[in-house]
């Protein structure tokens, strides 16, 4: 398909332009979708009242918008680098030299702040409660729990990444050369899940993915069986939706493949991709169109219109 024939067939939506003579650039973090009970951080978040985002072009500050980009107001005055939004609380970690955990209502009202240390946020559960990476404690593993604000220490080993499942926590051991490792939150024991390194969990809701970082490869685990390579070619991002992955290659180009690894598409070319990095709410994928994120502009286009299937 030429760059005609595609950009005919796509309504590109760019989110937050509205009354402005500039789109909104955005940084982008770590954080993928979640389907069970609790929240996964990520540059954009949204609930039924609208869509929360970290604005380049606006000192990195928390905005507030509604799902269709307008009406955008700004949440309080700091610096963001990464979001979670858990009810009605937006939680972020402060990019400036003072920084730390926070949390801001998504109205903007009743800012505080949790943690003096420099955060990784992994996610929430049901209860609410939060979990992070701690620097001040060489990033180990911890949990808030709300309305007490009690932070307990779940895994004292140096955790590179981590992903929220249902009951269970897998990470990245930066103490074993990256190796995946899962987290039983009930009992409090851990099991090692694969013997090379991994970049990019992501838990669907149903089975755990993650990027084998020797051969670039996408893996996906099953406890019943050995981790089982879904991709031929290296991948650099993807994301989970329904039945079926999308994801971006090393070389360019946006693909589909389903779950199991048994049917694959490409959804746009090399040529025509300019789908850096993404992130998938609801029916939509919000992407930078950059490789730099500090000059994308956050844009979202719906999943039927890529032709991706759920």
Known sequence: ???IMLWGSLIILILFSSGCSKTPTFRIFEGMTQEDGGHTPGF????????????GNGNHRIYR????????????KDSASSLLLVNDWLYYVKDSDESGLYRIQTDGTNQEQLSDAFVGLVGSDAKGSVYYRDSKDNYHLKRMKFPEKEIETLVPESINEAAMAEGS????????????????????????????????????????YAVNRQDQVLYR???????KPLTNLKVEHYAVQGSNIIYKTENGGLFQISR??????????SEDDHYYRFQILQNWLYYEDHANPRHAKLSLISLEDIGFQR
């Open 260 to 269: 199991d690894g048994t049917s694959s598409e490409i959804l746009v070319s």
């Open 65 to 76: 918008a509604s799902q269709a980009g307008a009406d955008k107001t700004p949440l309080g």
């Open 169 to 208: 926590i897998y990470y990245i051991n930066n103490s074993e050369e990256g190796l995946l490792y899962r987290y039983n939150l009930s009992d409090g024991t851990k099991e090692r899940m694969s013997s090379f390194p991994v970049r990019m969990i992501t838990w669907s809701g149903t089975d755990l």
């Open 44 to 55: 954009v978040q949204n609930d039924e009242a609208g869509t929360y985002f970290i604005n």
């Open 221 to 227: 685990f099953d406890e019943q069986e050995s981790p």
């Open 1 to 3: 398909m030429n760059r």
